[in-house]
């Protein structure tokens, strides 16, 4: 089997391997991480590499993600095989458990990569997006109104010094098919890649439609010379955007008037924190009417918008760990500037006002606050309101439009396994409604 592989590896090199796009960065003797799944696409691109570079300096990766059972067994089988056939290095990684989404799936896929390039000091790992994977993409992302329409590119940088080299972009997956088929040269393939549940899929399946209206014209090598323009003006312009962004602090737009380029050294200035697209549209719009403004982008982190000059600050928020066994009446103060005053009190539903529920003070049920806790809001907290469904205080906040700048200073009150029970302007927790005639009353203030 051996000499079968080495002869079809020649083949492909003649075939493939003279328009494959490989980037100056490559040096004469680092090691080459190929990434192959069993896939046509795969083995094409570990072919065409085993023909093109030296055997000791290619190694093959493969990452079992056990979804099919025995047959993705088979499937490291089938490359480990093949891999040994050309004397290659070879790893694979199993993914035990965990989640099977496709988002799931591909980040486990890709630390197993990152874990085993560290692992041989490499830091290029060579994929097998093909031309077909162009035209998916950039059909999604347009869909999506995405700024980056050339995706995927054929060279990646990462901020770990790390690159992901895509040489098949301007092949056709037909091409691939066709010459494997001619040889009769086996691959694996993957059932998921018919399932109707991922866009892709759903977008691929229309693919062949685009052959019958454009009719004779060559319409996919219309879109690799596309992605190949808007790839290289994106290359451009992220340049540009880049020389803006030289502290991390402070980001001066004064003389920028373009729209494209202020998107862009926005996105690289906070690429440690990423945003959702409103929290970017926010920051961008702000920018473009030369507001002054303030906004907490994620956490404790904020931005300081003024005359086109972006700062970056992080305001630190203390903890509070408070233990009462009988947390009944008196004031507490907190560092960032409130109070809260507490009291036990008779309770009668009908004495209470329905705005009593929503403001500074709240009544709850004061056997459940025998050992409490205050501390800031974190990303993540949720809870149930009195008579509600249960919502995250990101959203809760939102719906009852609480400034972005207020939020981290409003105390949590927990009960002693962290389980919210009420927080400032929202209802308490369905579970610290009131059971009896007695209500521990808190009024939350300034000081």
Not at 386 to 391: F, G, L
Request: glycine share 4%; with cysteine.
């Amino acid at each position: 089997m051996d000499r079968p592989w080495q002869s079809f590896s020649q083949i492909v090199g003649r075939n493939i391997g003279p328009r494959l796009k490989f980037p100056p960065i490559i040096s004469s003797d680092e090691k080459l991480c190929i990434a192959c799944s069993g896939g046509a696409d795969s083995l094409c691109l570990l072919l065409a590499l085993a023909d093109r570079f030296p055997k000791n300096r290619l190694a093959v990766l493969h990452y079992n993600h056990n979804t099919r059972g025995k047959e993705t067994d088979e499937d490291e089988h089938f490359v480990a095989t093949i891999a040994r056939a050309l004397d290659l290095d070879f790893f694979s990684g199993k993914r035990e458990s965990g989640s099977i989404s496709e988002e799931g799936l591909r980040q486990t896929r890709y630390a197993f990569f990152s874990q085993t390039m560290a692992k041989i000091n490499g830091r290029l790992l060579f994929l097998a997006h093909h031309g077909d994977d162009v035209i998916e993409t950039m059909l999604m992302r347009l869909g999506r109104g995405s700024a980056e329409i050339a995706a995927p590119k054929y060279c990646q940088a990462f901020q770990d010094g790390t690159y992901r080299i895509r040489p098949l972009l301007a092949i056709a997956k037909q091409e691939i098919i066709d010459l494997f088929a001619q040889n009769q040269i086996p691959w694996r393939e993957d059932p998921s890649n018919e399932r109707q549940d991922y866009l892709r899929n759903r977008i691929r399946k229309i693919i062949p439609l685009f052959d019958h209206i454009f009719e004779k014209r060559n319409w996919k090598a219309g879109f690799f010379l596309s992605h190949r323009y808007l790839d290289e003006d994106a290359t451009c312009l992220n340049q540009m955007a880049e020389a803006l962004c030289t502290c991390p602090q402070k980001l001066d737009l004064q003389n920028v008037s373009h729209d494209a380029i202020i998107r862009r050294a926005i996105q690289i200035w906070l690429r440690d924190l990423p945003l959702s697209r409103s929290s970017f549209e926010h920051i961008f719009q702000a920018i473009t009417k030369n507001h002054r403004t303030k906004i907490n982008i994620r956490g404790q982190n904020f931005i300081t918008l003024d005359h086109k000059i972006l700062y970056r600050s992080q305001q630190s928020t203390k903890i509070f760990k408070i233990k009462f066994k009988n947390w009944q009446w008196g004031t507490l103060y907190l560092p960032t500037g409130y109070k809260l005053v507490r009291e036990i009190v008779p309770f009668s539903q009908k004495n209470i006002p329905q705005k009593g529920l929503n403001d500074s003070t709240v009544y709850v049920d004061g056997k459940i606050c025998a050992n409490i806790s205050l501390r800031s809001w974190h990303y993540g907290d949720q809870y149930r309101p009195i008579n509600a469904p249960r919502k995250s205080l990101k959203r809760l906040f939102s719906e009852k439009k609480i400034p972005r700048d207020q939020r981290t200073s409003l105390p949590l009150l927990c009960n002693g396994d962290d389980t919210i029970i009420w927080v400032p302007h929202l209802p308490p927790a369905d579970h610290a409604k009131v059971q009896n005639n007695f209500a521990l009353k808190i009024t939350f203030s300034s000081t």
